[in-house]
């Protein structure tokens, strides 16, 4: 299992598409950050709330761009066939291929932690940043990551097609990062407005996102995680049947 996260870490980061990924994630992030209209300078105050504001939205698109290749490469190449003959079973062949999705996606977010140094050296008076909200907003958006990336590995796993893949990865996760929310905010479905809100990811992104670590909110990312993890095994499975 170590052996095969070493070789998808490497795999990736051998490949143009890799650097591609944690660039364009860095860029967009730091032009919001420092640059664009309404940034830290511009608010005049210590707060990292415009990368935590776009950060998911990045990663709507690049988590998935990260996970296509990772089933989708092998049923292509007819190497799936070959992997599931070695001596290890669908579902740590999933954990490995899942654990090093996160690992690049940490990878990529591990940098902007000198967008925290610096805001609070820069602060006045120095390091006057709230810490507990950065440090819950980092988490959640490290939960966030996590459930895009269990969810892009579900959608690599359905078809051969990277693009595909990638494209059913973005709807799936916009489905649940934000549009349950939209769906509720419509006030047409009654009682089952609070539920659906509920299964949006982002109500409970922006609950870690106040620096309050709430133990129903990490059960909820375990949850969808464990339930994608779940289903892409049935799917792999399903190629034995």
Partial sequence: ??????KEVRGFLGSLIG?????VFLLITGLFLWVFPDNILDLGYA??????????????FLVPAITMRSFSEERRTGTI?????????????????????????????????????????LAEPKWNIDTGGTWGSYIGLFFLAACFAAIGLFASALTESQI????IAV?????????LQLVADFNVL???????KGVSIQQ???????????GRDVLYFLGVIGIFLLLTRAVIQSRTW
């Fill in 47 to 60: 707060d990292l709330g415009p990368l935590f504001f776009i950060a998911p939205w990045v990663f709507l």
């Fill in 81 to 121: 066939e070959l992997l599931l003959t070695k001596p290890i079973t669908e579902l740590r062949l999933v954990l490995a291929k899942y654990v090093a999705a996160v690992l690049l996606v940490a990878l990529a977010l591990l940098p902007t932690l000198v967008y925290y140094w610096s805001v609070g050296d």
């Fill in 204 to 214: 409970h992104y922006e609950s870690m996102s106040r620096g309050v670590i709430d």
């Fill in 164 to 167: 595909v893949a990638f494209l």
């Fill in 171 to 179: 709807v799936l996760c916009f489905t649940l990062f934000i549009g």
């Fill in 19 to 23: 650097h591609i990924v944690i660039v």
């Fill in 190 to 196: 009654g009682a089952l407005e609070g539920p659906i």
């Fill in 1 to 6: 299992m170590r052996a095969l996260i070493v």
